[in-house]
């Protein structure tokens, strides 16, 4: 007991070890819905759903275990949502490209990210983009994540005419979605802990009444060999494609500025930044958090990355690494629960070769109404800063891809100050990217 105190600083930090193992359980109760939605997303481009399922809790419990250990904070890390998106809906889906070269995309953004840290950079390249911009990619990922999850759901479905139409709500896994939704809406009113994965969990129990699913032979089943074929199959060759680079500076974004906003938002929620509003020792963060990103690619389970849901432990206490280490490893356990996984996030074949995920769908559009918070913080009436965004934002959904939503409002944002007499308000660095994405647009892919 006392070389843990020693080693976590429970007396500097003003916590203890009970504090500290019920903040890592309330983590994980809060982001463990991602053992069940990564799988799900990612299936859906290809990967293997079972091989998900472990991938996504060896790589999450490994650098939840290695960010406790190496930094002593309390910041819990997980594939994030968005990225598994890009992987699955528009790098595969839409682009046409094998989900080991999506991997392969995923490893090389995460060394980018890497050298950037090691080299001091990273800071650099942060103060290029302006607040409003990283505010709105954030907004449109959020957004993208929800129409995702509405048509996994059911909710709305194609039309030639409009685009997208109301989906049949005669449909038991229509019905099943809205009182997921509505499940799920209601326990976060209520400030439970854990509001998503409960909701994920009753709306499966629901999912019986509504004849979708039948109960498994077993709850528990180690992993199979074949459960592990998604590691280190990842295809950097052709990754590194000329035509898929806007994708490498997407992805890279993302990462990128989420990463500091949750390692900035939580340690300020924990009392854990100097006088200065800076972390001390931010570059171990930072640097644990690029590996992991590489980590992610090698294992095949999307970017690994600090999830905000670090903010729910720190909310019960936890201001140690400690936190982050239990959570780790009760992700390491989830390994063994495959059918129970495989039976929530597996999806529901409404047709041949045609999947619904009526279980999972309503966390998807929960999250995206999360991540739309950020709305606030943009100033719109300064029309220079706040149409770029927008752009973000609509793009981001609208053309089903995230490159194409950042690349827009960069290039609007470079132009309306160039031509309003203001280029000097736009960081060289912007100049170049803005100029990248130019290139990207009308290089045929």
Known sequence: ?????????????????????????????TMAYIIFVNPAILSAGGVPFRAAVVATCIASGLFCIVMGLYTNYPFTLAP????NAIVAWTIVLTMKQPWQTAMGIIFIEGLIVTILVLTNLREMVMNAIPKSLKLAIGVGIGIFIALIGLEEGGIITGNPVTL???GDFNKNYVQLTMAGILITSVLL???IRGAILIGIIITAVCAFFFGIVSFPDALISPPRAEDFDTFFQMDVKSALNLSLVPMIFALFMTDFFDTMG???????QAELLD???????LKKVLLVDSLAAVFGGLFGCSSVTSYIESAAGVSEGGRTGLTSIVTGILFFISIIFLPLVKLIGGGFEISPGVFKYPITAPALIIVGFLMIELLKDIDWSKIDEGLPAFFIILLIPFTYNISYGIGFGFISYSLIKLFTGRPKEVHPVLYVISILFVLAFIIPH
């Open 1 to 29: 007991m006392n070389s843990l105190e020693k080693y976590f600083g429970f007396g500097e930090r003003k916590t203890n070890l009970k504090t500290e193992i019920t903040a890592g359980v309330t983590t994980f109760m």
């Open 189 to 191: 009113v209520l400030k």
């Open 164 to 166: 997208v139409q109301l």
């Open 262 to 268: 949750t390692v900035i938002a939580v340690g300020r």
């Open 80 to 83: 994030g949502m968005g990225i």
């Open 275 to 281: 006088e200065k509003g800076s972390l001390p020792g």
